[in-house]
């Protein structure tokens, strides 16, 4: 009988803490569901009663770094405050009297190191990447010479997503593009830049005072460079693969698969419904 | 005696004091790059200083930028850490020496020091809400006629010159009442209990978007729109730039708008 304080313990011992639980630690796991997300929606449509779902992202929604942090969030009164708050209460809700949990374990996304999630992030979007770079979370991969909005066109629907933030001229051919799963950092936007034959990059998020604006200042000091946003979401849930594949092996036996969620939102020129499963 | 970057900041601070405000020194608003002491030949505000920012102050004849949002990429402004390639930062440092410009950031103390924040004033006044926003930080609550939620976000879309908006949530969903939030939930959570909707300029996707996500199954009918920080803050500098040309006479003061740095990319564009 493997339950998920076990497998807590086990990515604990392997270094790949923090993770935390809520819901039953020791019933025995019946089904396992890697999930970017443990959404409300996700819960629901599980079919066992003793299920775990391991996430990346906060089920109560704080964020990645709360463990990091959480001196920072207390001051913020974040804990005091959500305590009272109807989904917080009724997500725990959902994990009261029952049998499943979730697991909140977010840098087992890193399964092979940091270039991971960007890894498969680009794989799912149909390119075939070069070797990454151990040390840095961005990938590369090398294609014929196409515009960087033919790209992205195609890659979309295999993200399974509407519509991206761009930055930089879509008409642009490129022969050579950066991946980077989860929000982009400008150290990490600075690594693909170095290298010439780069010419932009996919990424999860850019945040508007940092990454944003570094891409702005990199093509008026003439290093243009296009860039698209699809979502931390999309960016990252295609690791849920590689996580999957590693639990199998910590969980013998038991039902590992993963679960990925569509686009939370939705832009102003369309509508769909948020319900956060497909 | 010349008028300098320095002399400028504490006509500023003399004048948030005069009208009952502390001005704190922890805070992230202070010189980020050049003299304090160098003559001042104009002053730019601006919501952020970019490459493109400072090239049109100094084409206008100013020598002291005043931003609200970082220079160097970072909350901090620091410099690349050791170890990680500092072209671009040394590029644009160069760039600033070149032009002799200083750099000054007023974040804090513009949304704080003033009777109400005049960032958010500027935001609600574009909306035309001004006059139905009770409070004037976050928390702030909008009464208005009743409204589907998609038609809120077309409203906010086109008074703030934006197509960087974002829903989560029915977009059949009747609003009421409209509540802001900064760029994370904990910035919200206590105005959203009152509220249908909750607007806020740029989240990450990990606890907002999530957290709506699954109220829309759980608990109540909420929603969030999601607008680009640019498109909430960036006009703010307008209104800062009209206040300092009552302090600082002597030269020019111009305000120099930031564009969105992004445009939104649909499949089948």
């Known amino acids: ?278 | 005696m010349s008028l300098t970057p320095q002399l400028v900041v504490t006509r500023i601070m003399e004048d948030v004091a005069r009208r009952g405000h502390t001005w704190s020194p922890e805070t992230i608003d202070g010189f980020k790059f050049g003299d304090p002491e160098r003559p001042v030949t104009g002053i730019a505000v601006t919501w952020m200083a970019t490459v493109d920012v400072v090239r049109a102050a100094a084409d206008a004849g100013a020598s002291f930028v005043i931003t609200h949002e970082p220079t160097f990429w970072n909350h901090l402004d620091a410099p690349p850490q050791d170890g990680t390639d500092a072209s671009l930062y040394t590029a644009k440092t160069r760039l600033l020496e070149e032009l002799g410009m200083t750099i000054w950031r007023f974040h804090d103390h513009h949304h704080f020091a003033f009777d109400r924040d005049p960032v958010l004033d500027d935001f609600f006044e574009r909306l035309g809400w001004l006059a139905s926003t009770s409070g004037n930080s976050i928390g702030a609550r909008t009464d208005l006629e009743p409204i589907r939620l998609a038609d809120l976000a077309e409203h906010l879309a086109r008074r703030l010159d934006t197509r960087a908006v974002r829903i989560v949530g029915d977009p059949d969903l009747l609003v009421r009442t409209v509540g802001y939030g900064a760029h994370d939930l904990a910035s919200c959570i206590d105005a959203l209990r009152g509220v249908d909707v909750i607007v806020m300029g740029e989240v990450r996707e990990w606890d907002a978007f999530e957290y709506f996500r699954d109220a829309s199954l759980l608990a109540e009918r909420k929603a969030l729109i999601d607008v680009s920080h640019a498109a909430v803050e960036s006009g703010s500098a307008t209104g800062l730039a009209n206040w300092l040309r009552g302090i600082v006479p002597e030269v020019p003061v111009i305000d120099i708008r930031v564009p969105e740095p992004y445009q939104t990319f649909a499949v089948g564009s």
Not at chain 1, 17 to 28: E, K, L, N, R, Y
Not at chain 1, 74 to 87: A, H, I, N, T
Not at chain 1, 92 to 102: D, F, K, P, R
């Open chain 1, 1 to 278: 009988m493997i339950t998920a304080a076990d497998v807590q313990k086990a990515l604990v011992d392997q270094g790949r803490g923090p993770a935390a639980i809520w819901g039953s630690a020791d019933t025995a796991i019946e089904q396992v569901i890697v999930c970017w997300s443990a959404s409300a929606a996700t819960m629901s449509a599980a079919e066992h009663r003793s299920t775990v779902f391991v996430c990346r992202a906060h089920p109560f929604f704080a964020s990645p770094a709360y463990f990091d942090a959480a001196e920072i969030m207390d001051e913020q009164g974040w804990l005091e405050r959500s305590v009272g708050d109807p989904v917080i209460a009724a997500k725990a809700a959902m994990l009261e009297g029952g049998t499943s949990a979730i697991l909140w374990a977010p840098r087992l996304w890193d399964v092979d190191g940091p270039a991971t999630r960007s890894q498969a992030f680009a794989e799912a979007g149909g390119f075939a990447i070069e070797r990454p770079d151990p040390d840095i979370g961005a990938v590369t991969a090398e294609l014929p010479s196409t515009s960087f909005g033919e790209l992205l066109s195609r890659a979309l629907p295999q993200w399974e997503v509407s519509r991206a933030f761009v930055m930089g001229n879509m008409e642009d051919h490129v022969t050579r593009v950066g991946f980077v799963a989860g929000v982009a950092s400008p150290a990490e936007l600075q690594s693909l830049m170095l290298d010439p034959s780069i010419g932009g990059a996919f990424v999860g998020e850019v945040v508007e005072w940092e990454g944003a604006p570094f891409v702005v200042d990199a093509a008026a000091l003439g290093r243009p460079f296009a860039l698209a946003a699809v979502g931390a979401a999309a960016s990252e849930q295609f690791a849920g693969a590689a996580v999957a594949d590693r639990l199998r092996e910590l969980v013998p036996g038991a039902d590992v698969r993963c679960e990925f969620l569509r686009e939370a939102s939705w832009p102003i020129d369309q509508s769909a419904d948020s319900s956060g499963r497909r």
